[in-house]
């Protein structure tokens, strides 16, 4: 069941989190398998003469989401609403928000979200819109709120806030992840390990396609000075982290940039008959043998692993190893897939091993070997062959496996 939690951040300033547990998506931008799934975080903040709202929740939750806005404050004393981004999850609560506001509140947001909100929305919610330019300052309630653009993070129209006195960012998706943690923030080390898995994958899925504007946007925001000096960085999913603020920020850089974990190689391969298996087992031998760590996703009649999850593990690998079998003179389709998104969502410089296994013509070594040429990943060797795996099979695969490793090294 869908529920809200509502908690105090912290007294000066009076601050509070309204988090909505979603945990009846399946999917989401109807893609990405979460069953962990998600929390859609929003924050009121009340000033002396000022109640401000950082961003609403999902329009499904919009009743939900009132409700517990009403156990904090009468809707209609809200004087300002931050829209750091308008992606429906974080906006699609705002026409409801809004009337009961009796559209008394200012919307503060980019040029961008203006345009979006009225295209989402309809004009009533742009009305009242005050747009912000990067940089701009604005006081309220006797603060000096600092409007930051961070561009494709997620996307164009979004920014974070930065509450000058009180050093506290509101990041909106940076600094998010998947999942629902059981704690509101990072005071519990435990939940913080469980959490960070779900964080990678989030990254990777939904902010992916740009992850290079990870690295420069969260480079902008510490060359402002900003993270340094952060008390607490409240992003839009998950983990509040009110306790260690920059190690979410430095997790997204690791991720942004693709920084592996030692010895980690990520395995992903198809069998349907059990002849790209074979090969995997021993490749899987080699690999250990080396002293490597195998992380292995395989698709075969019994069991198909999330494309979501595989994509999370992309950027902390070392190195990766794909294994297809040719399928009506094409990459089996769920490598095909796959490996479509791992090229347009976690494109990094890693080495990449191709096994491919067929039965009267090899086409999917080939056909892989070509994309992942003209992409940044590495080709180290592909290894294709006919049916079951021969001695001659055996030892070119062993020595491919030693070339990706001492590629590592
Ligand atoms: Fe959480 Fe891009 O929205």
């Known amino acids: ?12 300033p009076e601050l509070y989190i309204i988090r909505i547990d979603d945990d009846e998506i399946k999917y989401f931008e109807a893609a990405w398998y979460i069953p962990e799934g998600i929390t859609y975080n929003a924050y009121l903040m009340k000033l002396k003469d000022a109640v401000v709202l950082f961003d609403t929740t999902k329009a499904d939750y919009a009743n939900l989401f009132l409700e ?27 026409p409801k928000v809004l009337e009961a506001n009796n559209y008394k509140a200012q919307v503060i947001g980019t040029a961008f979200a203006r345009n979006l909100l009225e295209g989402f929305y309809g004009k009533d919610v742009v009305k ?71 964080v990678a994958k989030y990254i990777v899925t939904v902010i992916g396609h740009y992850h290079k504007y990870i690295v420069q946007n969260i480079k902008k925001l510490k060359n402002l000075g900003i993270v340094d000096n952060a008390r607490m960085i409240l992003p839009g999913h998950g983990i509040a982290w009110c306790h260690n603020p920059r190690r979410i920020f430095e997790f997204y850089e690791r991720v942004g940039a693709g920084v592996p974990e030692k010895d980690k190689v990520l395995v ?10 074979r090969r995997m087992e021993i490749v899987l031998d080699e690999l250990r043998k080396l002293g490597k760590k195998p992380v292995v996703y395989r698709f075969t009649d019994r069991e198909a692993p999330a494309v979501s999850d ?48 067929f039965g009267w013509g090899g086409v999917a070594g080939r056909k892989i070997e070509t994309l992942i040429t003209r992409s940044k990943f590495d080709h180290v060797a592909t290894v294709e062959s006919k049916g079951m795996p021969t001695e001659e099979d055996e030892a070119k695969l062993r020595e491919a496996v030693r070339k990706l490793v001492e590629w590592t090294s």
Not at 1 to 12: F, I, K, Y
């Open 128 to 198: 009242n819109f005050k747009v912000v330019k990067d940089g701009e300052e604005m006081s309220i309630g006797g603060k000096t709120f600092r409007f930051i653009t961070v561009p494709w993070l997620h996307w164009p129209d979004t920014m974070i806030t930065y509450v000058v006195e009180d050093r506290l960012i509101f990041s909106c998706d940076a600094g998010g992840g998947y999942s629902i943690p059981e704690t509101i923030d990072d005071s519990d080390e435990e939940v913080v390990q469980r959490y960070l898995p779900h």
């Open 1 to 12: 069941m869908v529920n809200a939690r509502v908690e105090r951040l912290c007294t000066d």
């Open 310 to 357: 595989i994509l999370g593990e992309v950027p902390s690998a070392e190195a990766i190893i794909i294994g297809a079998s040719t399928f009506e003179a094409e990459i089996h389709p769920r490598i095909r897939y796959t490996l479509f998104e791992i090229l347009d969502k976690a494109n990094y410089e890693k080495p990449v091993l191709i096994v491919g296994a």
């Open 268 to 277: 992903i391969y198809d069998s349907m008959y059990g002849f790209v298996e």
């Open 68 to 94: 517990k806005l009403r156990e904090l404050v009468n809707p209609e004393e809200i004087t300002h609403i931050i829209v750091h981004h308008t992606e429906p999850d974080h906006s699609g609560a705002l």
